[in-house]
T-cell receptor
Framework: EAGVAQSPRYKIIEKRQSVAFWCNPI?????LYWYQQILGQGPKLLIQ????????DSQLPKDRFSAERLKGVDSTLKIQPAKLEDSAVYLC???????????FGSGTRLTVV | LAKTTQPISMDSYEGQEVNITCSHN???????ITWYQQFPSQGPRFIIQ???TKVTNEVASLFIPADRKSSTLSLPRVSLSDTAVYYC??????????????FGAGTRLFVKA
């Protein structure tokens, strides 16, 4: 079974620039999550999709972050404009419906300078 | 969502059994307990989940007392490769079918030779 694919693996941008991350979940997984993990901390949920609908985006900074999941498969997370404090690893995870276990991708390490 | 409390770090030696205890005093009736493992530069990996009593798989055992206010992850005969961060989470499926939970700071386990 292929895992959760994320790209790019690393990204360095200047503050106020925009950036986008891509995630391809495991085939058939209905639920998709985007997490932000700052160095030394646990992952923080940004947004949760069930198929192509948003079920939780309460912690997504909507003034600068946006996410979409077209056709209930791939997803993109965008930051515009980026701030220094957005430097983190952005993790995508997916799971089947009614499953306790998420499968995470390897993440995208973002550095904002 | 119930908050969890874990030790910040633990040290062990190869071949020893390691027990990591997690406190979740406000666990709800519908909540399940899950544990994840995270290596540097990787996304977290699901280890085990349970609701009550004892659960065992090929990697670990999970002990949950009757009041469910705590749980203990037991790793038998650890090796150097078990050095990682371990997260205890509680959550439920809600109305969406997607498991909803919160990651804390985790426990950093360091296994020495």
């Amino acid at each position: 079974e292929a895992g959760v694919a994320q790209s790019p693996r690393y990204k360095i941008i200047e503050k106020r620039q925009s950036v986008a991350f891509w995630c391809n979940p495991i085939s058939g997984h209905a639920t998709l999550y985007w997490y932000q993990q700052i160095l030394g901390q646990g992952p923080k949920l940004l947004i949760q999709f069930q198929n192509n609908g948003v079920v939780d985006d309460s912690q997504l900074p909507k003034d600068r972050f946006s996410a979409e999941r077209l056709k209930g498969v791939d997803s993109t997370l965008k930051i515009q404009p980026a701030k220094l404090e957005d430097s983190a690893v952005y993790l995508c995870a997916s799971s089947p419906r009614q499953s306790y276990g998420y499968t995470f991708g390897s993440g995208t390490r973002l550095t904002v300078v | 969502l119930a908050k969890t409390t874990q030790p910040i770090s633990m040290d062990s030696y190869e071949g020893q059994e390691v027990n990591i205890t997690c406190s979740h005093n406000n666990i709800a009736t519908n909540d399940y307990i899950t544990w994840y493992q995270q290596f540097p530069s990787q996304g977290p990996r699901f280890i085990i989940q349970g609701y009550k009593t004892k659960v065992t798989n090929e990697v670990a055992s999970l002990f949950i007392p009757a009041d469910r206010k705590s749980s203990t992850l037991s790793l038998p005969r650890v090796s150097l490769s078990d050095t990682a961060v371990y997260y205890c989470l509680v959550g439920d499926f809600g109305n969406t079918g997607g498991f909803k939970t919160i990651f804390g700071a985790g426990t950093r386990l360091f296994v020495k030779a």
